[in-house]
């Protein structure tokens, strides 16, 4: 072990590795965007394509990451620039940075507004007697020039509490605690659902395929779903990877990781769609889902407000261990390549997400009527998703897939994922495949799709 690997920080045991790998995909996409994904391409028909894109690009992309952070452990800059000298392959860490800070300013908005919805819930503010209020009720709030500001604020200090105490001690320490606690309440969430009067329902909705469902839009959405779940181009996994231990088995890994990502995800849907379908309401999109339809439902179930407060306390558990990992990136290259202390890292990321979680609060309330030259409204929030989810991500992801089977040397490749030889890997040939050719293809569809090409 080199001096850099001893002085450099590493998760402490394998029940860390695990808990931060899959705090860091478990997030509001998978309670809220997987519902209102296979709610909109044909719930049963839509998991089966979701499953398949899970197995066949998740995975052997998710492996890729691991190996190229623990390979060079380094942060997103240093590992291309350690693995391939020659070229401007380290240029692709700007793209990952750029991407976190992105994806956290507007992140960091829709996690305030589980805090603010998750108080409204303990001092019983919220309306549980006239469901109709909902929606005005959320649109006052997050149009007010103030409150969403407030509690993106707040928010970002909690991510910033964690991410300041280290890798140890702060990120793996929470993801222990908090992945359970996560896991927990999903579980009594399903519980409920499961003894709703048409709980067979949405069960048969969400786990019976119609194949005749199956179209190019249904598997296009679901690659797209399978990416962005598992946090994949962004280079949160690959930080993550360079704090593995030589003895971590990155396939395995990899495959836990996504599995209980995917099982999230499908405890989601057990949630909702028996939920749904039993008080006559389907899934819609994005912030409504949550804010609107489920405190619905809630108002018609014995003990309203208990609900609500859960719910809501699952979506920020969610919410954190997303955005710890996610701030890791920007953090990590500080640290590293500019030579900064954790604190003065932590304190710079924190300011610039700031400025752009201000920005994209203020999306909903006082630039709701502003516009840039006359040519388009300043919509912050909408800008910053679409650029990050739909160009900067597949980008990210698409190059990781052809650096690692194309670029990156097979003996190392074999090396890492196999610890020198020390497991067997059986489906080493299958990942090479995948990593050359079915993961940058269909990154690419969704790439095409995600900025409306077809």
Known sequence: MTSEDKNRAQF???????????????????????????????????????????????????????????????????????????????????????????????????AGWTMEYMYQSIVGRLNFTEIDAFHNQFASFSSSNWRPILWTVLFLLCNYIIVVRGVKKGIEKMSNLMMPALFILLIIFCINSLMMPKAHEGLRFLFTPDFSKITPKVIVSALGQAFFSLSLGLGTMMTYG???????????SATITASLDTLVAILAGIIIFPAVFSFGMSPVQGPALVFEVLPSIFAQMPGAQIWSILFFFLLFLASL???????????????????????????INLI???????LSALSFGYFSDKSFLGLCRLDFFSFFDFTSSNVLLPLGGMLISIFAGWILERSRLKDTLTNNGRIGVSTFPLLVFCLKYVAPLGIFLIFLFGIGFF
């Open 242 to 252: 360079s704090y593995f231990s030589k003895d971590t088995r990155i396939v395995r």
């Open 352 to 358: 610039i997400v700031l400025c752009g979680g201000v």
């Open 321 to 347: 261990t997303s955005t710890i990992s996610m701030s890791e990136v920007s953090i990590a290259f500080f640290t590293e390549e500019k030579k900064m202390s954790r604190a003065k890292a932590s304190t």
């Open 12 to 110: 402490a045991t394998r029940l860390g590795i695990i808990a931060t790998t899959v705090g860091s995909a478990v997030g509001l996409g998978n309670i809220w965007r997987f519902p209102y994904e296979a709610g909109n391409n044909g719930g049963g028909a839509f998991l089966i394509c979701y499953l398949l894109c899970i197995i066949l690009l998740g995975i052997p992309v998710l492996c890729a990451e691991f190996a190229i952070g623990r390979t060079s452990r380094s942060n997103i800059f240093g590992a291309f620039h350690q693995l391939k000298a020659s070229g401007k392959w380290h240029w692709m860490g700007y793209i990952g940075i750029l991407a976190s800070i992105l994806i956290l300013s507007f992140y960091s908005v829709v």
